[in-house]
């Protein structure tokens, strides 16, 4: 059963409350261990949402004896896989149904408008759960041809225990990528939400209760990261580990991964996204998609297109319609219709590229609009330009993860390739040109896991997404995201009669 509150009510939306604050586990919404809590914040404001149950250690392994015994005992990894696909189908209906809650619990506590989360990325997310739906009746093995008398098979068994860790700029999509894999696989999770916004995960998980799934096969722990995250990726009985976050989080998980039992890890981490504008773009199209490419969902994605390369014939063209598009951006109350951007998720993230600002500055790049605070109460952030900007400043570097487009001069082909390639990161890159040579040329040559040509942020379900370099190991979405999940076994036996 669910022992939910009484619930707090949105201010925008009074019949919307939030209603799930505790810990899943083992199919129970429960205290912590330790009983303590932690707020949640409205990043329009900066008030307290509401405080929710802080998983810490000792609820990671509660949570994972739930899943192990979910896994080791079934009925899920034991199930027909139509079953198991017929659950995910009623989830992702239950979706749909209740778009209008999980969009504002989203907004309410992530800060991105209320129409791209219930237009844009609550659609997406039904839709990769029945993508992997799809998925759970058709993953097989082979039967193979070796040399000598041998029946050789291979079946496909689910990985065991998943342990999950996710990030605050897409909270329930980034829950859709990982679960949908997972549990078309047949395996059992346990999932830890960002300390900035747990809400939405904890309404989702619900829900999959509600569509069928059994108790313990995805428990929920809301905390923080190096308490609740590190015993997740530390602990001795989860079997594979996937991450989405920063590459310097990335780097202790795979560590802790290693110094425990060796579990397989796949992360997602940062990007410095390229968008290179070649000679014969548009400039109008090709303001708009750059723009996009960078200030979309206030631009906290890890995708994010934060270095605009622009061929020098059209330059100085572009840069003055990316200023008017920037200073034409609609930015306030994320609830409000026709709001393009709301506040940044916290203070901290705010601070941060306040002082990035600050940096670009001072290392010599040209403040062509933005630069500052909008008002004075949360963290609105002015859609920022800069010109000028060469690769060895730290706003060419670092992910800032902002409202901050960073536009940098080119002259021809070579040059930008090598200069697009210069950083540490490799997730994606956009390609702004008609020229089909060019397209070819450019979309072979740049280092990164998912090159755009003409469009940026394309994100179907069927795509495989992830990073060359330090922006990641492994793919999620598509087919290329069920091997995560998977252990391939091989069984051999004589054949009596080689003959035949
Ligand atoms: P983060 O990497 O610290 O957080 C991501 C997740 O990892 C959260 O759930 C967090 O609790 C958890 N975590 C943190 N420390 C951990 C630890 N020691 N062990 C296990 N889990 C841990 O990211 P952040 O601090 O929220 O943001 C910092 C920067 O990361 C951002 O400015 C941005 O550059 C980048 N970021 C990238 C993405 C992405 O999608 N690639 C998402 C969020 C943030």
């Known amino acids: 059963g669910y022992s939910t509150s009484a619930g707090i009510e949105n201010p925008i939306n009074p019949s919307i409350k939030v209603h799930c604050t505790q810990l899943l586990i083992n199919g129970n919404f429960v205290d912590s261990a330790s009983g303590k809590t932690f707020p949640t914040y409205d990043p329009r404001t900066g008030d307290v ?7 810490d250690a000792e609820d990671i392994d509660r949570a994972v004896c739930a899943a192990r015994k979910a896994f080791d005992e079934g009925p899920w990894p034991k199930m027909t896989a139509y079953e198991r696909s017929k659950v995910l189908f009623r989830f992702a209906d239950l979706l749909d149904k209740h778009i209008e809650e999980l969009a504002t619990l989203e907004t309410w506590d ?17 839709r990769i759960i029945r993508y992997y739906a799809g998925w759970a009746d058709k993953i097989h093995g082979l039967t193979i041809p070796a040399d000598g008398p041998h029946l050789v098979q291979t079946i496909h068994e689910p990985i065991g225990v998943a342990g999950q860790i996710i990030p605050w700029n897409f909270p329930l999509l980034m829950f859709a990528w990982k679960v949908g894999p997972a549990l078309a696989c047949g395996c059992t999770i346990v999932l830890k939400s960002a300390e900035q916004t747990p809400l939405s995960a904890l309404y989702a998980a619900k829900l999959l209760h509600e569509a069928g799934l059994p108790p313990g096969v995805l428990n929920v722990v809301s ?9 997740l990726a530390s602990h001795m009985d989860v079997d594979k580990l996937a991450f989405t976050g920063s590459s310097e989080t990335g780097k202790i998980v795979l560590e802790l991964a290693s110094k425990s039992n060796l579990k397989p890890v796949t992360l997602e981490l940062g990007g410095k996204s390229p968008f290179i504008v070649c000679k014969d773009a548009d400039v109008d199209k090709a303001v708009e998609l750059a723009h996009f490419a960078l200030f979309f969902n206030q631009g906290q994605c890890c995708s994010a297109g934060s270095r605009t390369y622009v061929h020098e014939v059209v330059h100085d063209e572009f840069i003055e319609k990316a200023k008017a598009r920037a200073l034409k951006r609609s930015v306030g109350d994320p609830f409000k219709a026709g709001v393009e951007q709301g506040p940044q998720i916290d203070s901290e993230q705010f601070e941060k590229i306040l002082r990035y600002i600050r ?29 000028n900007v060469k690769e060895d400043m730290l706003i060419a570097q670092d992910e800032i993860f902002g409202p901050v487009q960073s536009i940098l001069k080119f002259r021809d082909m070579d040059e930008v390739i090598r200069r697009a390639n210069s950083t540490r ?41 992830g990073g060359y370099k330090m922006s990641g190991q492994g793919r999620e979405k598509g087919v290329h995201c069920l091997s995560n999940y998977l252990q391939v076994k091989a069984i051999v036996a004589p054949l009596k009669n080689p003959a035949w």
């Open 223 to 231: 905390g923080f990261g190096p308490t609740a995250g590190a015993a």
């Open 359 to 387: 940096s670009g500055t001072e290392s010599g790049a040209t403040l062509i609009t933005g630069g500052d605070r909008l008002g004075s109460k949360g963290f609105y952030i002015q859609p920022t330009v800069f010109a």
């Open 110 to 126: 992530n800060g991105k408008p209320y129409e791209q989360s219930a237009k844009i990325e609550l659609p997406m997310i039904s």
């Open 425 to 465: 990161y490799g997730l994606a890159a956009g390609v702004f040109t008609n020229d089909l040579d060019t397209a070819n040329t450019l979309s072979r040559a740049l280092k990164v896991g998912t090159v755009w040509i003409n469009c940026y942020d394309v994100f179907d379900a069927t795509i495989p997404f």
């Open 49 to 55: 949402i509401a405080h929710v149950a802080e998983g």
